[in-house]
């Protein structure tokens, strides 16, 4: 079990949408909270709900794709809170372009925000969660990590995403002993800011904010959830599952007959006809001196 009462928690995106969701339900539970943003006058208002409602936050201004950036952060929050156990590595973008028409400025700014995002604000917080013996991250991936092929025109992300998964999945097995745990989030479709102040996130180096909100094509709208469920009604779910120590939280469950039509697909296509070659060719002949190539 992670403990949340009494625990102090970062939220990265926490100016709005699952973040501002996650940040007062962590409050509501008994932590105290940083909420970290790009855009310090979101972070200020939740900051400021929270502490309406009787909660402990503070509001701190950062922008995750950089190091410096999070350092500061984490100093001001953990100079405000004390050390921090509790971490949501949930600051992202998002793009609905095909990945030829995308500037090189913005493919880097989504691989940055969404994975490089998550990376750095993890190397931020981990040595003093370890120094402290415990604590929780948990990164905001996506069902579209999981299901690749789930919304087209959707390269940069997804793969992104993916990678945040690969992240946590592999981080846990270096935490085990120190009694830390991970887990990546997977929204399945939730009702935020997103589409409409998406562009007003792009930082300076990736060419600063743009104007209108994001297109979501024909294609994409058919496979994105019909059901957009709130922040503050899945904020509970994915707090569940970080005290219960989960790998994943997920909020749709009726999302898993796509898990059983991908992976079934990898299964079986794959290798299915690997296995059929085998049958045709034989078992490759495997090196006598195991993974070691001798004349390599
Ligand atoms: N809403 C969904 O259906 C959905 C689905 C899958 C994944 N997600 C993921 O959930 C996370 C939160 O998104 P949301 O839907 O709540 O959107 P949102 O737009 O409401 O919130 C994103 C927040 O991140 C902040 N942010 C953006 N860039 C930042 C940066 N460089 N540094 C610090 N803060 C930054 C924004 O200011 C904003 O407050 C994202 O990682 C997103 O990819 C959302």
Request: glycine share 12%; net charge negative; aromatic share 6%.
């Amino acid at each position: 079990m992670t403990d949340i009462s009494g625990k102090a928690a970062v939220v990265t995106g926490g100016g709005s949408g699952i973040g501002m969701g996650l940040a007062r339900e962590l409050a509501r539970q008994g932590a105290s909270v940083a909420v970290a943003d790009i855009m310090l006058e979101k972070a200020q208002k939740v900051a400021a709900a929270i502490q309406a409602a009787g909660g402990k936050a503070v509001a701190i201004q950062c922008d995750v794709c950089e190091r410096d950036s999070i350092r500061r952060m984490k100093e001001e929050a953990e100079a405000a809170l004390g050390p921090i156990q509790l971490v949501f590595a949930n600051a992202g973008a998002t793009s609905f372009d095909p990945l030829t028409e995308m500037s090189d400025d913005d493919v880097d700014w989504i691989l940055q925000v969404n994975l490089h995002g998550v990376m750095n604000t993890t190397r931020a917080f981990l040595p003093g969660m370890i120094a402290a013996g415990g604590g929780h991250i948990c990164a905001t991936a996506s069902m579209a990590g999981l299901l690749p092929g789930w919304i087209p025109v959707h390269v940069p992300y997804s793969a992104a995403k993916a990678g945040i998964i690969g992240l946590m999945m592999n981080l846990a097995l270096e935490l085990k002993e120190h009694g830390i745990h991970t887990t990546s989030y997977c929204p399945g479709g939730v009702a935020t800011g997103m589409k409409a102040n998406n562009a007003l996130y792009r930082p300076t180096k990736f060419g600063g904010p743009g104007e209108g909100e994001v297109h979501v094509g024909e294609e994409s709208g058919k496979v994105t959830s019909l059901a957009f469920y709130t922040p503050e009604a899945i904020a509970p779910m994915v707090l569940d599952a970080v005290k219960n120590n989960l790998a994943f939280a997920f909020d749709h469950p009726e999302q898993r007959v796509h898990f059983r039509e991908t992976y079934s697909a990898v299964v079986e296509a794959c290798y299915d006809a690997a296995e059929e070659w085998e049958r045709t060719h034989g078992v490759p002949e495997a090196n006598p001196h195991g993974a070691k190539l001798l004349d390599a």
